[in-house]
């Protein structure tokens, strides 16, 4: 199993952000879009990758998400425009 861990935030449907942690992304993006992900993405569907950070060790990765969760939802969208605002609509991105 790999120690590279991601944490990431997926813009849901009705336009509120989620923050989470895999060391599986194209897997976690996919059981997302399943209905399958979190409780709450499951009902805000579609979701679209919006960020995403590249670490080593789950630890980091805790943390890091931890740091994201407690921005405001401004500084959430201004660290997401200062990576260039992109979506990633293809999982093979990654």
């Not at 931890?66 to 992109?86: N, P, T, V, Y």
Request: hydrophobic fraction near 30%; glycine fraction near 8%; aromatic fraction near 10%.
């Amino acid at each position: 199993m790999t120690n590279r861990y991601h944490v990431y935030m997926l813009e849901c449907a009705d336009g509120t952000l989620y923050t989470g942690i895999t060391n599986r992304i194209k897997e976690r993006i996919a059981k997302h879009q399943a209905g399958k992900g979190a409780r709450y993405t499951r009902s805000r569907l579609p979701v679209r990758l919006r960020y995403l950070e590249r670490g080593e060790g789950k630890s980091w990765a805790l943390k890091r998400e931890h740091e994201l969760r407690q921005l405001s939802r401004q500084q959430k969208w201004q660290l997401i425009a200062e990576k260039g605002g992109q979506i990633y609509a293809n999982p093979e991105e990654f």
